[in-house]
């Protein structure tokens, strides 16, 4: 069988669903299936093989799933390193009458262009006198094709259009072969053609509520006129949404009423807690002034207490200073969970349980706003400053990190004082 000759060569890729479109091309196009998703129906089966030159097409058709109605030949650069172009020509205008001939059921056959050369630079010795002569035969070819193309019937030239990249950006290192960049591209073309040709059986939206059996949701009849608005459909269909079965739903008077009735029975527990959040509710934005000033203060302790910055070489002090500042603001951010639970000096005369209730709901709102806001102001600061000094030597290195951590404390001091006029609570925070 010429399948079982080939198999030892071939490399193939099927989507999870009979395709109908196959891509058979060479080894330019091994890696294609990586970008597309087995489980889409616009998804084509992969058939590649090492070296494959145009007469090796008839073969390759047996790997061709019977659904398939549409094939992408990417076929032609072996044959263009060792023949003519008129020869090549002749071979892709046989392998159409063969396609034609053997697999009736394909309909539409695309023929894609031989991608250009780069020099290899794998090689010691150039290869560009090859590379040149390559491409200038290749320009004259992919013309020559097109207008096959044209001659032929249901048959269509793509154009990858890569002579417009830098050969550096779409080809590997061979010159050859595309790289991840030239795979992506080639990619996007096969799945947007793939995906023209599926449009007429995508299911279009509607600007308006689908009618009758359509609408699953509501066991109703089919009805002559569509229903504009949702509320429309509830007042047409009143009476199934109140029974299904043996089960009747509350009318909307029915829930609103028991609702009241549930609201009236609220515990005194329930009144004090609200009463004890909707307190603690204005206070929220100076306790969280104060804890990201405490945190600031805390990270510009932490660094000017680390000695091991003035011995860092100038290649790693940028990234280990940083790396110790995040450090700094997690240790200084975990800190808040001890001092926190001295907040609540203004709701001794509630209940134990309220006021455990609400510190457990409303401190770590308080701790995730200061930490979010006092990490985003760190990471303000380090820019700003790192970016305006140019670092020379030790000494300058150490006056960068120096000012850094003066300024925090000075903008930690300030928040703090902010936050206190604001009358903040109390918050037990060592800096030491």
């Given at each position: 069988?010429?399948?079982?000759?080939?198999?030892?060569?071939?490399?193939?890729?099927?989507?999870?669903?009979?395709?109908?479109?196959?891509?058979i091309g060479d080894s330019q196009t091994k890696h294609?299936?990586?970008?597309?998703?087995?489980?889409?129906?616009?998804?084509?089966?992969?058939?590649?093989?090492?070296?494959?030159?145009?007469?090796?097409?008839?073969?390759?058709?047996?790997?061709?799933?019977s659904s398939v109605i549409g094939v992408i030949l990417h076929l032609g650069t072996?044959?263009?390193?060792?023949?003519?172009?008129?020869?090549?020509?002749?071979?892709?205008?046989?392998?159409?009458?063969?396609?034609?001939?053997?697999?009736?059921?394909?309909?539409?056959?695309?023929?894609?262009?031989?991608?250009?050369?780069?020099?290899?630079?794998?090689?010691r010795s150039s290869n560009w006198r090859f590379v040149d002569k390559f491409n200038r035969r290749a320009e004259r070819f992919n013309y020559q094709l097109s207008e096959l193309c044209r001659r032929e019937t249901n048959a269509f030239f793509l154009n990858h259009s890569l002579e417009t990249y830098p050969p550096s950006s779409v080809l590997a290192a061979d010159g050859v072969h595309p790289s991840f960049g030239g795979v992506s591209i080639l990619s996007w073309h096969i799945y947007n053609l793939l995906l023209d040709y599926q449009r007429h059986f995508l299911i279009e939206w509607q600007d308006h509520l689908p009618a009758g059996d359509d609408f699953s949701r509501f066991p109703v009849q089919c009805h002559t006129q569509v229903p504009r608005t949702y509320s429309e459909v509830l007042k047409s269909h009143q009476e199934e949404y109140m029974q299904a079965g043996d089960q009747r739903f509350p009318t909307i008077a029915e829930t609103q009423r028991q609702e009241e009735e549930a609201s009236a029975e609220t515990s005194v527990e329930e009144e004090k807690t609200l009463e004890v959040v909707s307190g603690l509710q204005s206070k929220i934005s100076a306790d969280e002034a104060v804890l990201v000033g405490h945190i600031l203060r805390n990270v510009a302790h932490e660094l000017q207490q680390d000695t091991e910055l003035d011995s860092e070489t100038e290649e790693y002090f940028f990234r280990n200073f940083w790396n110790k500042t995040k450090g700094a603001v997690k240790k200084a951010c975990r800190k808040i969970k001890k001092a926190a639970k001295k907040i609540m000096p203004h709701i001794q005369n509630a209940a134990e349980d309220v006021v455990k209730s609400v510190s457990n709901a409303v401190l770590p709102i308080i701790k995730e706003k200061a930490e979010k806001k006092a990490t985003e102001l760190v990471t303000k600061f380090f820019a700003k400053h790192l970016d305006v000094y140019a670092l020379q030597d030790s000494s300058s290195r150490t006056d960068v990190a120096r000012i850094l951590c003066t300024l925090l404390d000075e903008e930690g001091k300030r928040l703090i004082e902010h936050g206190e006029k604001l009358n903040a609570h109390q918050f037990v925070f060592s800096i030491h």
């Open positions: 069988m010429a399948a079982s000759n080939a198999s030892k060569r071939v490399f193939w890729k099927f989507p999870l669903h009979p395709p109908k479109w196959a891509v294609l299936f990586n970008h597309f998703d087995a489980a889409s129906r616009c998804s084509p089966a992969f058939i590649t093989q090492p070296g494959a030159k145009i007469s090796d097409l008839k073969n390759l058709l047996d790997f061709v799933p072996n044959d263009l390193s060792s023949d003519d172009i008129q020869t090549t020509i002749e071979r892709y205008a046989e392998a159409f009458n063969i396609i034609r001939t053997e697999r009736p059921k394909i309909q539409v056959i695309y023929a894609t262009l031989v991608l250009p050369r780069a020099p290899n630079r794998r090689r």
